[in-house]
Each structure stands twice: as structure tokens, then as C-alpha cells.
């Protein structure tokens, strides 16, 4: 893929249609030549041929089968399972329709932007289907080839090809069902002892001292060092290894498929979690080439990534370990992660979830995220286009500028927006 500098905006086809000249302002305004469109089609009987789906509303007996599952073999969240009972397979709902997302494509191709269609995967929120079940990834095989054949697109751009974010405890245990323990013996890793060595690593926690670990998190001790002190079993390495390697397979199997049928020219790809956090949610920056034509680092949910992964394990942790305080768990939480030092808060209380129309004013935003893109684009193979999605709306404007700047001269290609409020005078329709 041509490594060109890219300006892009997430879009729906709602908002296109409704603000015809939006995407004209914005490429005239602040150099857009990329809009990201959400997917919204019809599925052609051949495409429903391959659902794992057994109808609309699929049955109970169905999901359950198809999705991922904990230790103890029970599937993730069931708080998504009314929205996957409304599609009509994995990551597409019902009630698509063709000619609005044509016509607002139409749109995007008066204005002479390059066009992507923005699609899902394995994971939601925190519902994940199982990446190594056949019907599975069949389905989204058959899906992204669709939609680059039968639309007037550039390129596909996926989100969600991971495991659930951090802030779902239960998904750093997923997925060790039937079908993954065979994957895993097909690639060379061991699923008993994998497993094995993360029940290890919560017993090693409920029963260290806590004066001892909160001293870890003030001392200069790195993760290595941490995992040294716990006396984890490298099973724990090799479960996150596993898991990133078989969604790296499964990806370049859909990379490969997309590439046959569109051409080599069209673009296929994926965002990537925040780097200090990737390797928890199977995300490989240094793989990343292997599979898509470009990287977009997914910086901007500074609520649900960052501050809800610190805000939902702390107190878990306090939990198995009762001597420790909130202010040692973050500590060595931030140590871990390797977000000590910006001065992130101290306490639960300081993160002021319950406003997190807030966060980006209450956090360190600069130096938070530039952590994250500096690190991804050292870790992405150099030849591999990046193109860092941040927030236009909600973030103040100077941090805004900062972030860009910082994110330039770490060596990304450009940007994604998530919103354009501090960026034009445009009031959408």
C-alpha cells in the first residue's frame, strides 16, 4: 500500500446525506481525503449462505455455540446478546439498505475522497465470537469480500479484531474452548498449561504480601522485574502469545481472500488497541504488516481503554488482595502498564468516572496519548502506513494541535478523525 499522508473522518451515511457539504469543508478546511464510512447493507442470499446464524432472531442454542468463553467455559458478557440476536450473522445487523450507503458514497466520490467502508469483528464490547471456530471466521471471510466487491470503495478498515478491551476482566481469559485448545495443539502451544499457569498467576496475587507489592509499585522494577517477583509460570506469556498469533492467522487469511477478489491495490486493514495495553487484547503491532495494508493506533477512548481498565481492576485486585490500598493497586497497575510517571490519578475517586465528558480535562491527554502513538509507531514494522485515530470533538483544541505535532514527528502518516467540533464551524444536521 502507497504510504501517502491521509486525512480521514469517521462517517455514517445518515451524516453524509444530511450534510451534503460537509466533506467538502472538510477537505477544503483541513485537507480530508479519506472518509471512513460505517457499513450499513443489505446481505445478498449468497453472503446469508454463510451465516453461522440459524435465523432472525437466531436462537439462544446458536449463539452460545458460536461464541468465546472463560476458564471455566462460560461465555463473556450476556449483556450484548440482544444485539446479536438482531443480525443476521456476526458484526451485521438486520435492516440493511444498499442505496442509502450508495447514495451516500455517491456523495463522498463528488467530493474526490478516497472512500473506505468501516466494518466489525470477533469482539463487541465485551461479546466476542470465537476466533477459531470455522463457521466463524467463514462468515466474516464471505462478508469482507462482499463488501469489496459490491461497492464503490478504495478500502476496508475493521475494528474490533481482538480480544474484549481490558476493562472486561473475563476476556483476558478467552478463549479457551474446545476449538481453541485445538487450534492452540495445531500451533505448537499447550492449552491445559496455559491455563494452568493464569490460575497460577491469581493465586501467586491473593497470597503476596501486600506490603511487599506495594513497595514493588514505588520501586523501579519494570514488568519483567513484577513478573519475576510473582513467580508467574511463562504459560502466562504464552497464553498472550497464543492469542495474538491466531488472530493474526485468522486476519491474514481474510487479508489474503479481500486482496484475491478486490486486487492488490484495494487497501484492507484494521485499527490497533492502545499500544501499552495490545498485547492483553491479542493485538501484535510488530505483526501488524503480515496482515493489513496500514495501521490506524486507537488512541481516542480515553474512557473505555484507559481510565475504565484502571478503574474496573483495581478494585478486583483490592478484592483478591485485601492489604492493598487503591493508591498501590494504580501504582502498580501504572507500573505494569507502563504509565507511571504522567501523573495519572491517585485514586478512583480522582478519575471522576461518572463525568467522563471530563476525562480529557481531568487526565494528562497530551502525554497520555503520545505515549501510546511514539510506542506504536516504534513497535509497527517502519514500512507499514499509520494513520492515529484522535478525537476532534471534546478535546481541547491546544491539546488537540499538541497531539498532532507530536504524533507527525513520531513518524505516523497522517490522522482519523472521531469528530470535527474543534476543528470547523459546521453544525451537522
Not at 144 to 166: E, M
Not at 268 to 274: A, I
Not at 276 to 281: C, G, T
Request: proline share 5%.
Amino acid at each position: 500500500m502507497e504510504k501517502k499522508r491521509r486525512v480521514g473522518v469517521y462517517l455514517s451515511a445518515s451524516v453524509v446525506l444530511n450534510n451534503p457539504d460537509y466533506v467538502e469543508v472538510l477537505r477544503d478546511e483541513i485537507g480530508l481525503n479519506l472518509a471512513v464510512l460505517g457499513y450499513g447493507g443489505q446481505a445478498s442470499e449468497e453472503l446469508l449462505g454463510k451465516s453461522p446464524f440459524d435465523g432472525v432472531p437466531l436462537s439462544d442454542e446458536c449463539l452460545l455455540a458460536l461464541l468465546a468463553r472463560d476458564l471455566d467455559g462460560e461465555p463473556l458478557d450476556a449483556q450484548e446478546y440482544d444485539v446479536a440476536r438482531a443480525g443476521v450473522g456476526p458484526s451485521m445487523g438486520a435492516g440493511g439498505d444498499d442505496q442509502t450507503l450508495n447514495r451516500a458514497i455517491e456523495v463522498l466520490r463528488r467530493a474526490g475522497v478516497e472512500v473506505w467502508l468501516g466494518l466489525g469483528s470477533w469482539t463487541g464490547m465485551s461479546l466476542m465470537y470465537c476466533p477459531s471456530k470455522d463457521r466463524v471466521n467463514d462468515w466474516y471471510e464471505a462478508l469482507y469480500v462482499h463488501c469489496a466487491t459490491q461497492y464503490d470503495v478504495d478500502g476496508l478498515d475493521l475494528s474490533h479484531a481482538r480480544f474484549p478491551k481490558c476493562a472486561v476482566p473475563r476476556g483476558l481469559q478467552a478463549c479457551a474452548c474446545d476449538d481453541c485448545a485445538r487450534a492452540a495443539a495445531d500451533m505448537g502451544y499447550d492449552m491445559e498449561e496455559m491455563t494452568a499457569a493464569l490460575r497460577h498467576a491469581v493465586g501467586r496475587w491473593r497470597t503476596a504480601d501486600p506490603g511487599l507489592l506495594a513497595a514493588v509499585g514505588r520501586s523501579g522494577l519494570g514488568t519483567f522485574d513484577l513478573l519475576q517477583w510473582l513467580g508467574m509460570d511463562p504459560g502466562v506469556g504464552n497464553w498472550l502469545r497464543f492469542r495474538a498469533d491466531l488472530l493474526g492467522r485468522k486476519m491474514t487469511d481474510f487479508h489474503r481472500a479481500v486482496h484475491a477478489a478486490a486486487g492488490a491495490d484495494f487497501v484492507f486493514g484494521s485499527d490497533t488497541h492502545p499500544a501499552s495495553l495490545a498485547p492483553l487484547v491479542g493485538n501484535d503491532h510488530s505483526a501488524w504488516a503480515e496482515f493489513s495494508d496500514f495501521a490506524s493506533p486507537l488512541v481516542s477512548h480515553i474512557e473505555s481503554f484507559i481510565a475504565a481498565t484502571f478503574t474496573t481492576w483495581t478494585p478486583l485486585l483490592q478484592q483478591a488482595n485485601p492489604g492493598l490500598s487503591e493508591a498501590d493497586v494504580l501504582q502498580l497497575l501504572y507500573r505494569f502498564l507502563g504509565y507511571d510517571g504522567m501523573g495519572l490519578p491517585e485514586t478512583l475517586a480522582g478519575y471522576q468516572i461518572e463525568r467522563p465528558e471530563q476525562l480529557a480535562h481531568n487526565l494528562p491527554l497530551e502525554q497520555l496519548i503520545l505515549h501510546d502513538l511514539r510506542k506504536a509507531r516504534l513497535l509497527l514494522p517502519p514500512q507499514l502506513p499509520s494513520y492515529p485515530i484522535i478525537h476532534g470533538t471534546g478535546w481541547p483544541r491546544a491539546a488537540i494541535d499538541a497531539i498532532l505535532q507530536g504524533s507527525d514527528a513520531a513518524g505516523h502518516d497522517g490522522v482519523v478523525w472521531q469528530g470535527t467540533d474543534e476543528l470547523v464551524d459546521y453544525r451537522l444536521k
